[in-house]
């Protein structure tokens, strides 16, 4: 099969590419930043998605499937910005896809998508409402994207489409929104508030992506790891230390005595959970983790 993968450059992306290649399919990738030590027989076109370059690697290749990877978080990029890849990059994709015959497509989303409450449900099903919008607006323009990925469904009937609401990402190459915020050796957390953290290793990250792939699901599917374990633990097994902040006081710390620097909206996330069940996804691929939650933990600390 010939694999298109837009954001290859990035650590999930050329985690999932090397996969793909190792169990015998053609890759190619689009992606602005370069990777240039890639391995042989993979292909990077180095273009902007969302402009004319981009639908020319479309023309000219003729991808059977397409991994759609090249969003960005509110850590990397302005909020114009971010608005123009990830929505605009995203409606993009999806219409050189239908226009070039692609015949399945996978939409790589995250399970913030939910967003952070006080009365979320314990596990998130693939059913429940986007109340990121209103919990953390720095995620609207993901959530926007993940929508649109969604509506593609009935958009584009003649194509096979996966939306994949992934929790967060942890392993040796510490890159990703959880090793950010782990990143010192001090790491704010809410006075009073200890919520479960979800995560997944990064290489069963990117299993979970190729099977998705290589199964030709269609539909939204939550992908997880190992069982999700309290932020305290989180912080205490990855040898930091939690620095306890009076939620009043919270945004005024931020970036100081060599705390992690949050956008405002992150709170809600660290005073509560998003967990998610991932069972729907287990049941129609057999996926299943490598890295339980001790062995993920230490494969960031100790890289």
């Given at each position: 099969m010939k694999v298109l993968i837009t954001g290859i450059s990035g650590n999930l992306g050329r985690r999932v590419a090397m996969r793909l290649s190792h169990n015998g399919h053609e890759v190619l990738g689009i992606d602005r930043r370069p990777w240039p030590d890639a391995p042989k027989g993979i292909e990077v076109f180095d273009t902007d998605i969302r402009k004319r370059p981009a639908e020319e690697v479309f023309r000219t290749t003729k991808p059977d499937a397409v991994i759609h990877m090249a969003t960005v978080t509110y850590l990397t990029d302005r909020a114009e910005?971010?608005?123009?890849?990830?929505?605009?990059?995203?409606?993009?994709?999806?219409?050189?896809?239908?226009?070039?015959?692609?015949?399945?497509?996978?939409?790589?989303?995250?399970?913030?998508?939910?967003?952070?409450?006080?009365?979320?449900?314990?596990?998130?099903?693939?059913?429940?409402?986007?109340?990121?919008?209103?919990?953390?607006?720095?995620?609207?323009?993901?959530?926007?994207?993940?929508?649109?990925?969604?509506?593609?469904?009935?958009?584009?009937?003649?194509?096979?489409?996966?939306?994949?609401?992934?929790?967060?990402?942890?392993?040796?190459?510490?890159?990703?929104?959880l090793a950010n915020y782990l990143k010192g050796p001090r790491v704010p957390t809410a006075l009073g508030f200890d919520p479960l953290y979800q995560f997944i290793h990064e290489d069963d990250a990117a299993a979970a992506i190729c099977v998705a792939l290589e199964h030709k699901v269609h539909g939204v599917y939550n992908i997880a790891g190992p069982q999700p374990i309290p932020l305290s633990a989180l912080i205490r097994f990855t040898e930091r230390t939690h620095v306890p902040i009076p939620e009043r006081w919270f945004n005024n710390f931020q970036g100081k005595f060599g705390l992690s620097r949050l956008p405002k909206g992150s709170l809600n996330h660290i005073k509560y959970p998003v967990v998610v069940s991932s069972e729907a996804f287990r049941e129609a691929t057999g996926f299943a983790h490598s890295f339980d939650e001790v062995q993920t933990m230490q494969s960031f600390l100790w890289s």
């Amino acid at each position: 099969m010939k694999v298109l993968i837009t954001g290859i450059s990035g650590n999930l992306g050329r985690r999932v590419a090397m996969r793909l290649s190792h169990n015998g399919h053609e890759v190619l990738g689009i992606d602005r930043r370069p990777w240039p030590d890639a391995p042989k027989g993979i292909e990077v076109f180095d273009t902007d998605i969302r402009k004319r370059p981009a639908e020319e690697v479309f023309r000219t290749t003729k991808p059977d499937a397409v991994i759609h990877m090249a969003t960005v978080t509110y850590l990397t990029d302005r909020a114009e910005e971010r608005y123009r890849i990830n929505l605009g990059g995203t409606r993009a994709i999806f219409r050189h896809c239908d226009n070039y015959d692609v015949k399945h497509t996978v939409f790589v989303g995250r399970h913030t998508y939910y967003g952070a409450a006080p009365d979320a449900p314990m596990y998130h099903t693939e059913d429940d409402p986007p109340m990121a919008v209103s919990t953390f607006p720095e995620l609207a323009d993901l959530v926007a994207a993940d929508l649109f990925a969604g509506s593609a469904m009935w958009r584009y009937q003649d194509m096979t489409t996966a939306v994949l609401r992934l929790c967060y990402i942890l392993g040796p190459s510490k890159k990703g929104t959880l090793a950010n915020y782990l990143k010192g050796p001090r790491v704010p957390t809410a006075l009073g508030f200890d919520p479960l953290y979800q995560f997944i290793h990064e290489d069963d990250a990117a299993a979970a992506i190729c099977v998705a792939l290589e199964h030709k699901v269609h539909g939204v599917y939550n992908i997880a790891g190992p069982q999700p374990i309290p932020l305290s633990a989180l912080i205490r097994f990855t040898e930091r230390t939690h620095v306890p902040i009076p939620e009043r006081w919270f945004n005024n710390f931020q970036g100081k005595f060599g705390l992690s620097r949050l956008p405002k909206g992150s709170l809600n996330h660290i005073k509560y959970p998003v967990v998610v069940s991932s069972e729907a996804f287990r049941e129609a691929t057999g996926f299943a983790h490598s890295f339980d939650e001790v062995q993920t933990m230490q494969s960031f600390l100790w890289s």
